[in-house]
């Protein structure tokens, strides 16, 4: 079964750079959530989108934007990044109609920052 | 606003061993709550989920409870073995389309 995709799985930036990550859901999933997970700590909830549309926001700096495109993959854009930023950043999707509102989780995009 | 609890943070237990992980919340107005486990530097492996109407879920030497009116759930891992060292994570769902939000986990050895 296909499952989410998560590309690049491992990116290193300097400081001030710019990231951009992308995340492709489970085919006929319509959300998309991001999660940010930094070392020895919790998965943080940063932004989510239905059907296209931004549907919830956690605890995304302003320096972070996200979208969500015609096809349902999803990309976050990280600007004027800090060390700080350096962590496990997963995406999942979910579908109440074909999954309950089960979340399914990418394997996630590990970001260093130097 | 929901917030989870895991207890222990970390266990060790001799292979072979029956044992509980525990996981509390606040709010008990859940939508589903799973449990995940995740390797080192890893990603996340969804192993349970349970639906708020369901009072448990197995699968295979995994078993999850779920008891919403306490705020509680536990998953009990039966003759564990090293392979299950990992740290597991638990997850509540506040609405069908809303975030989870996950506890800290516990960290568990297996020691043959």
């Known amino acids: 079964a296909a499952g989410v995709i998560q590309s690049p799985r491992h990116l290193i930036k300097e400081k001030r750079e710019t990231a951009t990550l992308k995340c492709y859901p489970i085919p006929r999933h319509d959300t998309v959530y991001w999660y940010q997970q930094g070392p020895g700590q919790d998965p943080q909830f940063l932004i989510s989108?239905?059907?296209?549309?931004?549907?919830d926001k956690g605890s995304i700096p302003d320096r972070f934007s996200a979208q969500q495109f015609s096809d349902y993959h999803s990309e976050l854009n990280m600007s004027s990044l800090e060390l700080g930023d350096s962590a496990l950043y997963f995406c999942?999707?979910?579908?109440?109609?074909?999954?309950?509102?089960?979340?399914?989780f990418g394997p996630g995009t590990r970001l260093t920052v130097t | 606003k929901q917030e989870v609890t895991q207890i222990p943070a970390a266990l060790s237990v001799p292979e072979g061993e029956n044992l509980v992980l525990n996981c509390s919340f606040t709010?008990?107005?859940?939508?589903?709550l799973q449990w995940f486990r995740q390797d080192p530097g890893k990603g996340l492996t969804s192993l349970l989920l349970?639906?708020?109407?369901?009072r448990e879920q197995t699968s295979g030497r995994l078993n999850a409870s779920l008891d919403k009116s306490s705020g509680r759930s536990t998953l009990y891992i039966a003759a564990s073995q090293p392979g299950d060292s990992a740290t597991y994570l638990c997850?509540?769902?506040?609405?069908?389309?809303?975030?989870?939000?996950f506890g800290i986990g516990t960290k568990l050895q297996v020691i043959p």
């Open positions: 989108f239905y059907e296209k549309m931004q549907s």
């Open positions: 999942a999707s979910s579908s109440l109609l074909a999954g309950a509102g089960e979340q399914y």
């Open positions: 997850a509540v769902n506040s609405g069908g389309y809303q975030k989870v939000t």
């Open positions: 349970i639906q708020s109407s369901q």
């Open positions: 709010d008990s107005a859940i939508y589903n």
